[in-house]
């Protein structure tokens, strides 16, 4: 399984661009990226997958270099309620949950991310 | 279209009590997921289904037994609850992963049980 390593807390401004970076240096050619918020007492909602390049939805993007050791989670021009806890995960997404494994399923501490006024 | 229910939302047990978390889903989904998470921590895997009729063992399984009764119901027991099992537990599905590497799975969670072994 992929290992992935994130910054445990971040601040920011409402407003402002907020980018997550996720390192994941041992990423396997089938393995794809996927991005989980999650607000207290609530359980985890998925924001976005990727493979490769960039990918964008209606909340954020995913930007990742052509070496796939890293992803970065952008998201355009917060406010307070995107104050949550995201969550970077790493794994086979084809295999995972599907009946090959439990890959792709390891949430790890994720990244705090606070917005004040 | 609830999504993914569990039952029940919070448990006081005492330690050597026994329960079954139950959950399902109305979403058709063929795996379902059975999380735990410790007060600041991540989600830990206990147990997972990758389909009717089968089960998995996840990162932390030790102390838990599950049983997917059907396509839409996963549930998880603890047979003999310890303190060391007080948490919030977190059931999720998934769909039935498509062939190609455009597809993907992604989880939905259930509110969550809040359980509490003294």
């Known amino acids: 399984l992929a290992k992935t390593t994130q910054p445990i807390s971040m601040d920011s401004y409402e407003g402002q661009e907020v980018n997550i970076t996720c390192s994941h240096n041992?990423?396997?050619?089938?393995?794809?990226i996927t991005w989980y918020q999650q607000f207290p007492s609530q359980g985890p909602r998925f924001i976005i997958q990727?493979?490769?390049t960039k990918v964008t939805n209606e909340v954020a993007s995913l930007f990742i270099p052509a070496d796939r050791k890293s992803s970065t989670l952008s998201l355009p021009r917060v406010s307070l309620s995107d104050t949550a806890v995201y969550y970077c995960?790493?794994?086979?997404?084809?295999?995972?949950?599907?009946?090959?494994?439990?890959?792709?399923?390891?949430f790890g501490k994720g990244t705090h991310l606070i917005i004040q006024p | 279209n609830a999504g993914v229910t569990q039952t029940p939302k919070f448990q006081v047990l005492k330690t050597g009590q026994s329960m079954t978390l139950q959950c399902a889903q109305d979403?058709?989904?063929?795996?379902m997921y059975w999380y735990r998470q410790d007060p600041g921590m991540g989600l830990r895997l206990i147990y997972y289904?990758?389909?009717?009729?089968?089960?998995d063992k996840g990162e932390v399984p030790n102390g838990y037994n599950v049983s997917r009764l059907n396509k839409r119901e996963f549930s998880l027991r603890l047979e003999s609850a310890a303190p060391s099992q007080t948490s919030v537990y977190f059931c999720?599905?998934?769909?039935?992963?498509?062939?190609?590497?455009?597809?993907?799975?992604?989880?939905?969670f259930g509110p969550g049980t809040r359980l509490t072994v003294l």
């Open positions: 999720a599905s998934s769909g039935s992963g498509l062939a190609g590497p455009s597809s993907y799975n992604e989880q939905f």
């Open positions: 289904s990758a389909s009717e009729g089968t089960t």
């Open positions: 990727g493979y490769k």
């Open positions: 041992n990423i396997a050619t089938n393995d794809y």
């Open positions: 995960l790493v794994g086979d997404m084809i295999k995972g949950g599907s009946g090959g494994g439990a890959d792709g399923l390891t």
């Open positions: 979403m058709n989904h063929n795996s």
